[in-house]
């Protein structure tokens, strides 16, 4: 599985007089520990413990996908997601960009100065264009919306997570002065409602553990034993 890291492996012991044993250790999506056991010429004992912080393929595949995704919005993006590189995973920036892109696209459906537009072509100023309740109707859009054929629907925890996005997305270009205006700190974020629990009553409880005590009851030989 660390094929393609062999090179480096062999060009990393070859310092070593003899290698008793290497062995390496998944730690996380980037990083992993070298185990690398020897002996020297004194046949001494020696092993050598390393961090390795190394792109896997999996990643390299993600940062071209998110590279794709970001070719399909508002060349101005690039900023934000660039700014955010190095406090978040690939995996949460691409997350990011599709939702920052579900925002995007319900601009270019219901909103008046984006209609006869490309995506692509909008600049940053149209977000100073966008009112508290144009945040609120795009909330309402999330709840159920169309992406070609298919109906897209979110949860509670969706809508939550698409405004997180939306409002970092807004904070990037306010702090940097970009834009003049934030209204998604107008809008308080969707709540997740806990579901009830729900409580059986001392009749169905008396019920439950009747059956647990005497489910067996009909059954016979082996069935019964087990």
Known sequence: KCDPYYNFYI???????????LSANYISEETFTIYITTYDEHNRFTQVNTNLVVKSINDI????KLRQIIATLPVFTKDYFRAI???????TRISYAYDIRVFFQF???????????????LTVDILDQIKPIDIEEYLEYLKVYQV???????SERGLKRKFSALR???????????????????????????????????????L?????????????GQKRVY
Request: one cysteine or more; a negative charge; hydrophobic letters at 35%.
């Open 11 to 21: 060009y990393f012991v070859s310092n070593f007089d003899i290698v008793k044993e």
């Open 61 to 64: 595949e993600n940062i071209l």
């Open 85 to 91: 590189d190095t406090t978040t995973t690939t995996k």
């Open 107 to 121: 601009l270019m459906e219901k909103h008046a100065l984006c209609k006869e537009k490309k995506m692509c072509d």
């Open 148 to 154: 070609g054929e298919k109906t897209e629907t979110n």
């Open 168 to 206: 970092s997305f807004y904070a990037y270009y306010f702090k940097h002065e970009m834009i003049q205006t934030n209204p998604t700190v107008l809008i308080d974020p969707p709540k997740i409602h806990e579901k009830n629990i729900i409580k059986l009553d001392a009749d169905e409880v008396a």
């Open 208 to 220: 439950l553990l009747d059956y647990i005590e005497h489910a067996g009851d009909s059954l016979t």
